[in-house]
């Protein structure tokens, strides 16, 4: 996996406007005809990620007003059903074709369902958003920026947020490390973008830098896919 040029950002908004987004919209899909075994098996990874987001959103509370931030959207799989919870949602993505393809699942899943609101969808890079918002949430996007640039991105998700962060990422160990490097030796046609690892340890540090804690953690594990997904909430 090499990077073709540009820095990662672009790279990653092109790849996520082209070819990763047919992939991942598939990926992140219902249908399963022209969906290979190792694509449905992150799938169900990714699914239990957003799942145990929503648990440990719901543990905290209803969800019923409270304002949430979903940077880096994708197709809106964690969006809309925190909208159906009541939430206030705010989604935004680097991708116009991600945040086309949200809009029009919410669309379908939401319109017309009494007292739910719509998500509000932006083409934005998550480092230009604004405001502040009782929660924050950042799935599986970290994934395509190196440790420092990620440690940025998680800086400026934390001054958006009052209450609490939620971040996943794909762990490095060893263990992965190793299987990522076995990947790269056999890459498909299919995948395009560089993905980084992060050290849980290294994210921990980033946010107690911030003045924040981890208060809960989770780890979500498939064939093919593994993520650390973390709570986050101001440390005082
Ligand atoms: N969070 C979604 C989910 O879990 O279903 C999507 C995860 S997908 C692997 C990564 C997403 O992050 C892509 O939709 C991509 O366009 C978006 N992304 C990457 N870098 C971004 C950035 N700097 N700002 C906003 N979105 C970004």
Redesign the pocket.
Known sequence: AQEIGGTD?EV??DY?NTT?FDR?KKI?GEATEGVNKVQLDIRIG?SK??ENAILMLKDGGPLAGVSVC??????G??AIPLALEGAIVTA????AA?VAEARQQAEEAIRGVEGVRMPEFEV????ELEGKYHTVV????L???PQEKAEV?IAHLASLAEKRLLL?FAPKTTYYSLLKRLGELFPGPSKATRAYLHAESDVERALERLGWRVRKRGFISTQFYFAKLLEAVPAA
Not at 70 to 75: I, V
Not at 92 to 95: E, M
Not at 138 to 141: A, K, M, Q, Y
Request: aromatic share 12%; glycine share 8%.
């Open positions: 950002k990653v908004r996520f990763g991942w992140y990714h990620t957003v979903d940077a880096g959207c994708g197709t799989n964690l935004n993505d680097i991708s991600m934005k890079d998550l480092e950042c799935l599986d996007v994934i395509h920026y991105m996943s």
